[in-house]
């Protein structure tokens, strides 16, 4: 089956600090891939998707490449700041039918950014 | 485009009792998925609708988990008899169904249930 393995937090950093996430998955076929940010008491925020091998994803300074051979969907920042504080999720999808698509995530990422 | 809405944002019921949660999905979104998140997890999928159609229901975690979309637009899902081991977010998430590569799913706030 599918499953998405993430770094595990919490995560602490300073501001202006580079932020990488690693993500790893499983999967059969071909899947995409996503990148979500769930701020505090609040749902889940798309940040980023990837639909096919190299693709880059870009959103709000936020990168993730999409690599086939080490099944890999990095999510990078090369300047975090404060209001970057929040759980990152990654997923990536699996088909249901036709070309509707379950989500499988990660257990999240905690990030803090301190000023 | 007002988003994923989903009411209520908070529930807490006792153990035995009924509760039911609605998602109001983006106006032209087609598909309506649930999903359920447990503290320090990320959301586990439960089921899904194309347009009024309840195509995948076998990740509903028990027979007292329903859901419905009666007429293609909001839907609502059903806990009977709630378990403490019922607590945790329930998120609803909409997209438009085109095309595999551009299945993007945009969620709502969720409701949080915290059964006692």
């Known amino acids: 089956g599918n499953s998405v393995t993430q770094m595990e937090g919490p995560v602490t950093l300073s501001e202006e600090a580079f932020l990488t996430i690693n993500c790893t998955y499983t999967?059969?076929?071909?899947?995409?891939l996503f990148w979500y940010v769930q701020y505090p008491g609040e749902g889940l925020q798309l940040l980023l998707k990837a639909t096919k091998a190299d693709d880059k994803g870009s959103n709000k300074g936020f990168e993730a490449t999409y690599r086939k051979e080490t099944t890999s969907f990095h999510l990078e920042k090369g300047s975090v700041q404060v209001s970057d504080s929040a759980v990152y999720f990654c997923?990536?999808?699996?088909?249901?039918?036709?070309?509707?698509?379950?989500?499988?995530f990660g257990s999240g990422t905690q990030l803090t950014v301190l000023p | 485009d007002t988003g994923v809405s989903q009411d209520p944002r908070h529930k807490i019921t006792k153990r035995g009792q009924n509760v039911t949660f609605r998602c109001d999905p983006i106006?032209?979104?087609?598909?309506l998925y649930w999903y359920r998140q447990t503290l320090g997890q990320g959301p586990e999928f439960l089921t899904y609708?194309?347009?009024?159609?309840?195509?995948?229901k076998s990740r509903l975690l028990s027979d007292r988990f329903s859901a419905e979309r009666p007429k293609g637009s909001f839907s609502t899902l059903e806990i009977q008899r709630t378990e403490q081991g019922d607590s945790a977010m329930y998120l609803c998430?909409?997209?438009?169904?085109?095309?595999?590569?551009?299945?993007?799913?945009?969620f709502g706030p969720g409701t949080r249930l915290l059964v006692l």
């Open positions: 997923a990536l999808s699996g088909r249901l039918s036709g070309s509707a698509r379950q989500l499988t």
């Open positions: 106006s032209e979104h087609n598909r």
């Open positions: 609708f194309q347009n009024e159609a309840q195509l995948e």
């Open positions: 999967a059969t076929g071909y899947p995409s």
């Open positions: 998430a909409s997209s438009l169904g085109t095309s595999a590569f551009q299945e993007t799913q945009y």
